[in-house]
């Protein structure tokens, strides 16, 4: 049988246990050009918070009753494609279910050459890796002796961005996150030269100026609204601000606030960039680029990273709470299959 | 003697009569490396009314009692340096006076062999005709057969943008202007296949989702505030948002709100990018590639133009005031000297 997470309900606000039904269903057929791929980890990513929302609300909503969908790794059972053999580990865009069946141009196959576990492709080697290598690097342009600001900063994302901003040769990185136990990791383990404490922070602003007195270059941003508005006032001439989520958004029951403070884009001649990660995972040259430079970082010891992996499929709609709350450490997946 | 208009108070909302003061002073001496300019116009750019707020404002406030700055079109009267002779007709930063003295530098030698009009100097061949080129084009990075929406598209930076646009092969030219007189010229001279009157529309972002139903590739904004919100609602994949001033935050006493959907960046891997037509006046060879190619079209009649010509110093401040309540139809300058 194939276990499937299906959306009962839209949720309002932070996802709960109950907006969740589970069901079984048969085990899908393939058709030709397909695969059958086993399930193996479901990627809890904070984006999936979107797809879950009505109509008229950003992303194309998904219909009630319909598994979640996210990014998965999984194992090809079945093939009816010349592309996916049995047996290869793949990843790609799947759903909270045991089996999922689809095109094989749906998933790509992890490279098995890098010498890295399983679960790291869940992470540095996965969609996590790329959006953090590609989003500071190509859409933000950082250069050597550049200062970086980065909300978000002990998330899965916003942990590999300080430290590939070090390893690249950035100046200064400052990074933004919630409470000191995150705040400690941050500067201990993912490279950052100070953590504000958003939560002990009255005057974000000020103390984002006072971390970095001469301005960020690039600005990093994942969360929005005040954060946003904050760095806004703490570029430099000609910054980037990489728009990679605003997971403030997520859940908000009203539109969030908007920055009141664009003036400042005129007169830093600064620019936002928005990107999504799955518009290069098609371009698997480019990816291959950036996990073969992760890959090295990984086995020099230069780059650190945790996986926080939940076990079993009935975690599933709790871990996705979790997200938000900030109750996990690092890259938080669900273990479905072996 | 040298006659000035100085701030006399700090505007608070739009600016009046009484917020600027005429003063006599003696003509400047030059030193070395100085040229003393006879300024024959005076521009009126919105942009000005920011110099004009106090500290804690977005630019660098002018004091109160200094000459009002801004972009003048003169003629130089002693030169103190090699780079420039008398009799060459100049343009740079300088302020409402009839004389100013200043390193030669400031000033750029306006292109005589061109063919036009002194008039066009203030206009097309100069700081709004590089305005509407290099922003639609350079940064704006419009391509054939795209889709482009204007805010205050009769303004004289916006008339340029609808014909360049067009001139360069844009598939559909869509504006916004206050008014059907505005509506009108922005169709009928300036080249825009259909202008939305904001005064006349309850729902902007409807209202441009008619006009441009695919969205628009670029956005070129010079107003901010429900502009911007409603375009952000609609814009294509990859979309260039350009912006190249904010009017409604320049008299705004609150801070101006700002746009709730940012998220429409992330779902269109969209950008906003700023920029100031300052930074590339010292690029000469740039400048006059952009304005050679103006030119052109001016002298073969597929660029039309207006320069509301007021006369007379004392002209000056309530001038500066039509900018703002849109009495004005086309580039509005002031004739200091002959």
Redesign the interface.
């Known amino acids: 049988m194939n276990r499937q997470w299906v959306l009962a309900q839209r949720p309002v606000g932070l996802p709960r246990h109950s907006d969740f039904a589970k069901r079984e269903v048969p085990v899908p057929t393939i058709k030709d050009g397909e695969v059958l791929v086993k399930i193996l980890y479901a990627m809890m990513d904070p984006a999936i918070r979107n797809f879950l929302n009505a109509a008229g609300s ?2 194309t909503p998904l219909p009630l009753g319909s598994p979640i969908v996210g990014v998965v790794l999984g194992r090809v059972e079945q093939t009816a494609s010349p592309a996916l053999q049995v047996g290869m580990i793949v990843s790609g865009f799947g759903s909270w279910s045991d089996y999922v069946a689809a095109p094989a141009g749906n998933f790509s196959r992890v490279p098995d050459d890098l010498g890295s576990r399983l679960e790291d492709y869940t992470h540095p080697l996965g969609t996590i890796g790329a959006t953090a290598h590609h989003g500071l690097l190509s859409v933000g342009n950082l250069a050597a002796a550049e200062s970086v600001l980065v909300s978000g900063c002990a998330g899965a994302v916003g942990s590999l961005v300080g430290q590939i901003a070090k390893l690249k040769g950035a100046a200064r990185v400052v990074g933004i996150a919630g409470g000191p136990e995150k705040c400690r990791r941050a500067c201990e383990s993912y490279g950052y030269d100070e953590c504000i404490d958003y939560k002990e922070t009255r005057d974000l602003s000020a103390a984002i100026r006072k971390a970095l007195p001469q301005g960020a270059n690039v600005y990093f941003e994942n969360v ?1 609204g005040a954060m ?2 904050a760095a806004l006032d703490n570029i430099t001439k000609n910054a980037r601000i990489v ?4 997971i403030a ?1 997520y859940n908000a029951v009203e ?22 990660v799955a ?1 290069i995972l098609p371009q698997h040259a480019y990816l291959r680029t950036i996990h073969s430079e992760i890959a090295a970082w990984i086995k020099s010891g230069r780059l650190v990273y945790k996986v926080d992996v939940r076990d079993g499929f009935d975690a599933i709609p709790d871990s996705f709470g979790c997200l938000f709350s900030g109750a996990h450490d690092g890259r938080l997946v669900v273990k479905i299959n072996d």
Chains 1, 2 share one sequence.
Do not use: E, H, K, S
């Open positions: 950003y992303m929005g946003l508005q728009v990679c989520g605003l958004a539109p969030l606030a908007g920055p009141t403070n664009l003036w400042n884009l005129v007169v830093n001649t600064a620019q936002i960039r928005a990107f999504r518009d």
